[in-house]
């Protein structure tokens, strides 16, 4: 299973785009790339996933370049709402997924 | 339609008891597995059952155990509660096995606590 390596935190403001970037190195050829937000408390919750270069959903974005060996999670215009942490995983069949820590992100007023 | 539903949302243990806790997959959804969450960390992953085999175990004791019945449901068994298995345990249910993009969805999970 592809290891993904990820920012632990990032600050941000209301109204800001935020974009994490996940990098996957040794991602295989079958592999797709899903990211979940977790608030406390609560279940994962899928976000968005993509095989190559661009996937846009009603809640964010998700580029992948060419090589597929990372990929950045946009959020546009954040809101305090969005405050979580985002996982970034891969995995060709959507099992057995390893979480790392994720990434902790706080939006400021 | 439903999300993954568990159940119980919360329970309370004592050391050396036993715990069952239940998930049932979205409509339509043929495999389910089992995360555990540390306060702090990411989830772990516990087992993965699909057509009612196990499919996928992770790196846990022979204390946890998982079987996943005719209409998809599953329960999560865990004997001899040690204080380390306090935790959010996570069901998560997809369409297929096989299928690749093959995409999971979790639920809310269910808060053990062994005191």
């Known amino acids: 299973l592809a290891k993904t390596t990820q920012p632990i935190s990032m600050d941000s403001y209301e109204g800001q785009e935020v974009n994490i970037t996940c990098s996957h190195n040794?991602?295989?050829?079958?592999?797709?790339i899903t990211w979940y937000q977790q608030f406390p408390s609560q279940g994962p919750r899928f976000i968005i996933q993509?095989?190559?270069t661009k996937v846009t959903n009603e809640v964010a974005s998700l580029f992948i370049p060419a090589d597929r060996k990372s990929s950045t999670l946009s959020l546009p215009r954040v809101s305090l709402s969005d405050t979580a942490v985002y996982y970034c995983?891969?995995?060709?069949?959507?099992?057995?997924?390893?979480f790392g820590p994720g990434t902790r992100l706080s939006v400021l007023p | 339609d439903a999300g993954v539903t568990q159940s119980p949302t919360h329970l309370i243990k004592t050391r050396g008891q036993h715990v069952t806790l239940r998930c049932s997959p979205i409509?339509?959804?043929?495999?389910v597995s089992w995360y555990q969450q540390v306060l702090g960390q990411g989830p772990q992953f516990i087992f993965q059952?699909?057509?009612?085999?196990?499919?996928g175990r992770g790196n846990f004791p022979d204390r946890f155990s998982a079987r996943q019945f005719p209409n998809y449901s599953s329960e999560l068994n865990v004997n001899a509660l040690l204080l380390g298995d306090s935790a959010l345990y996570l069901c998560?249910?997809?369409?297929?096995?096989?299928?690749?993009?093959?995409?999971?969805?979790f639920g809310e999970g269910s808060w053990l606590t062994v005191v």
């Open positions: 998560a249910s997809s369409r297929d096995r096989d299928l690749s993009g093959n995409t999971i969805y």
């Open positions: 040794n991602i295989a050829t079958n592999d797709y």
């Open positions: 993509g095989y190559k």
């Open positions: 995983l891969v995995d060709n069949y959507g099992q057995n997924f390893v």
């Open positions: 409509s339509g959804h043929k495999s």
């Open positions: 059952y699909y057509e009612k085999e196990e499919r």
